[in-house]
């Protein structure tokens, strides 16, 4: 399977996720700045990945901070990794457990706590694949036998440290012996499903066909889908749940068709802080990926563009809520709350 993201003696690698599937290319971010300018820039990307590459960030700019201040540093270098992307929760996730554990790390000497933060970052990563390898566990079963499944940009490998949330369900109902097959809708604007999900799919040997975002209510109506399953970059209290821009219509659509609208998640991902979606954050992006495909320009230039990455989709069309503790479903606000105090 692919490595998304490594803790190095060189630095932090990460296969490029902007050059995929044309190029499969790996950069090395040397410094907590490098790792900061990749999640920026979707090099890393997808929220659980977003978690661990924030993780290793804070590790690695650790071991190059100045030792005679390193309260100082560790502040400076955490406001760098949380000023990167908003909407994901799993990114400040990742930070608080750092400055957690620095804080019971205090007044030790440098070359300990340099090595305990790498460790923990590390940790991070490995409890990511078990997650997801439970949440598979979890979500399997309620895959159809036989059917199709609809999914919305890339919750795979890539968008993880590895087997993903949604693409993780689909993959446990795979060795579980279903026979399914999986639509992945393109996610214009960036086309995590075209670039990344159908890649990750098709290394795999799983039956994958790519359609066009707009093609998914045409698909449902003619009975061709079993379920829909996605990730999440932040669920609310009240299950609310934001993901890649798009999965919202996706999600009414379902609802009309009779279809079950799955959303698979880590506990990470749950921001109980937040009564409800509309309190989410959402990351606003740049109009050139509107207006331009790979560099070149499809629309007139001067045009206004909005570029929302993210929308919520209210929990009322959520069928289940699938974790690597078990599936919650509404009443979302006790089911939740009662995963995440496990
Ligand atoms: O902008 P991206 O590519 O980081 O958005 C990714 C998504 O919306 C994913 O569906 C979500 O992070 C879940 S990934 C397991």
């Given amino acids: 399977m692919v490595e998304t993201i490594q803790w190095t003696p060189d630095g932090v690698v990460m296969i490029d996720q902007t050059k995929l599937p044309r190029q499969v290319v790996y950069v090395t971010c040397k410094s907590y700045e490098e790792v900061a300018s990749a999640i920026v820039d979707m090099i890393v990307r997808g929220a659980p990945a977003i978690g661990v590459a924030a993780a290793m960030g804070v590790a690695l700019g650790m071991q190059q901070a100045d030792a005679s201040r390193l309260d100082q540093e560790m502040e400076r270098i955490c406001a760098r990794l949380a000023g990167t992307r908003p909407t994901a929760v799993n990114l400040f996730w990742a930070i608080d457990r750092m400055k957690r554990l620095y804080a019971t790390l205090r007044g030790k000497p440098v070359e300990e706590i340099r090595a305990a933060l790498a460790a923990e970052a590390r940790l991070v990563k490995e409890e990511d694949i078990e997650i997801n390898r439970a949440m598979g566990r979890h979500g399997a079963p309620l895959v159809p036998e036989g059917k199709t499944v609809l999914t919305h ?23 579980a012996g279903k026979k399914i097959d999986v639509f992945a809708d393109e996610t214009r604007p960036f086309l995590q499903g075209a670039r990344l999900t159908a890649w990750e799919l098709q290394q795999d040997g799983i039956p994958t066909t790519l359609i066009t975002d707009n093609m998914a209510g045409y698909f449902m109506r003619q009975g061709r889908i079993g379920c829909v399953v996605v990730g999440a970059d932040r669920i609310a209290a009240n299950g609310d749940v934001a993901n890649k821009v798009g999965t919202y219509s996706v999600a009414v659509l379902a609802k009309e068709n009779g279809v079950p609208f799955y959303v698979a998640a880590p506990v990470s991902t749950l921001d109980l802080t937040l009564a409800h979606g509309d309190m989410i954050p959402i990351e606003q992006r740049a109009s050139k990926e509107v207006t331009e495909v790979f560099g070149v320009p499809v629309a007139p230039e001067g045009i206004g563009v909005q570029n929302p990455a993210f929308d919520v989709t209210p929990s009322r069309y959520v069928t289940a809520i699938i974790t690597e503790r078990g599936v919650a479903r509404a009443p979302f606000e006790e089911s939740l709350r009662a995963l995440a105090e496990q």
């Fill in 153 to 175: 940009c890339n919750a795979g490998a890539l968008a993880t440290a590895g087997y993903g949330t949604a693409l993780g369900v689909i993959r446990a109902a795979i060795e």
